[in-house]
């Protein structure tokens, strides 16, 4: 089949490289033109497992290509793939520009029958808003002889994980389309099951609902998952005050099928492009109805709260102020395996722990780049503090001479340093864990002051 993507973003590169590696013909376009240049030249401007060898893969197969040219993009697909931005904005609402930009760009330019997909997560109703944004550019085109071709908007939620995109994509447990039962709608359904009848041999992965409703699951698992990770969030603070485990507790709650034993993990708070700004919305939307969303209001704070809960942590131990304090921090990225660092936890902790004086020498393994350029951003009103964060090497050089080790992102590399090396290495052998790398008898018997979340017994 012949497909458009347009937005090469995260959502967008990979559903774009995914679908070609299935044989379809693919044209990303995105109004970037440094991004597609980028593109163009076999390099990915984000870090995802997997993604540069199989776009690399696809572009010599001739199956993808990047353009800039949005006519074109529009004349190539049969079906027309939304995935742009979709912002907050400063009352956590969704920013549509981008979305309607496309939708009209398309609109402006398409002479044959198209289906229109949206792929970005977007507001309940903006089916139909796009659709209706569509119908009035056509209404506006001179026809001549024939009649304005038809189109169908169609919405397909994407449930993919930073870091796992991939293997998500390739491997869906679920795939979303939202779609009318207009003449054009069923014709629309029927492509969209057959771009992905290769995903559901042997088990339907494909459910087919209205608009409406595909857009508001999107929102509603997302949502779901933000307040179990508050949740186990609190569930770990009390731990920690009762002087009970966690750690079995997860176990033993997750063994129960109905509550089911992934992400239950707690930690420093979710973070990412997804969950905070989803979440907003949501409530935003349900503000918007008249409904205040109470559970997602209080998942919201405790997550802001669990973001500083290492330096409440820090606290205990030190005393207030870190002034003249140097300290170690493993972990810049919102989670492992991307160099993602929208909403990360570490940049709260940072500019918390830089605001008390403290000085920083952090290390990630692949997000070093994008976090000098977040954390200039945060520390816009105060750069000098700046000069506090030296950018370390290697793990263990991050921790050299440090009063504390702190650890913000669960890679891989951390989960078993050398730990004779790092209570060397470290000036005094405390370390605050906001992940739960590690046994906290195993960590003492090694010498070690070891704080993590909910295991403090
Ligand atoms: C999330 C959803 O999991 C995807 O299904 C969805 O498609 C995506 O948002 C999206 O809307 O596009 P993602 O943001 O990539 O995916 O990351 P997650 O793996 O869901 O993690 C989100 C945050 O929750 C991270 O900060 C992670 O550290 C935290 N988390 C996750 C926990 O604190 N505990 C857990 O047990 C699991």
Known sequence: MNLTIFGVGYVGLVTGVCLAELGNDVVCVDTDARKIATLQRGDVPIHEPGLKELMAGNCHAGRLAFSTDLAKGVAHGEVLFIAVGTPSTDDGGTDMAQVFGVARAIAAHMDAFKVIVNKSTVPVGSGEAVHEAIAEVLAQRLWHAA????????????????????????????????????????????????????????????????????????????????????????????????????????????????????????????????????????????????????????????????????????????????????????GLAFKPNTDDMREAPSRVLIRELLARGAALQVFDPVAMLEARRCLAEDMRDHPEWLDRIHYAESPLGAAHGADALLIATEWQEFCSPNFEALRMALKRPLVVDGRNLYEPRAMRTLGFDYLAVGRNT
């Open 147 to 330: 009649p304005a071709p038809g189109f169908a908007v169609v919405s397909n939620p994407e449930f993919l994980k930073e870091g796992s995109a991939i293997d998500d994509f390739m491997r869906p447990d679920r795939i979303i389309v939202g779609v009318g039962d207009s003449p054009e709608e069923r014709r629309a359904g029927a492509l969209m099951r057959e771009l992905y009848r290769p995903f559901s041999h042997g088990h339907e992965r494909l459910m087919c609902m209205d608009r409406r409703s595909a857009e508001f699951t999107k929102y509603a698992a997302n949502a779901m998952l933000a307040v179990r990770i508050s949740f186990m969030n609190e569930m770990a603070n009390l731990a920690d005050r009762l002087g009970v485990d966690i750690e079995p507790v997860r176990v033993g709650m997750g063994a129960d099928p109905r509550i089911g034993d992934s992400f239950l993990y707690p930690g420093i708070g979710y973070g990412g492009s997804c969950f905070p700004k989803d979440v907003a919305a949501l409530r935003h939307m349900g503000l918007g109805m008249g409904l205040p969303l109470r559970v997602l209001q209080a998942a919201a704070q405790v997550n802001d709260g669990q973001r500083r809960l290492l330096v409440d942590k820090l606290a205990q131990r030190l005393g207030n102020d870190f002034a003249g304090r140097r300290f170690a921090l493993w």
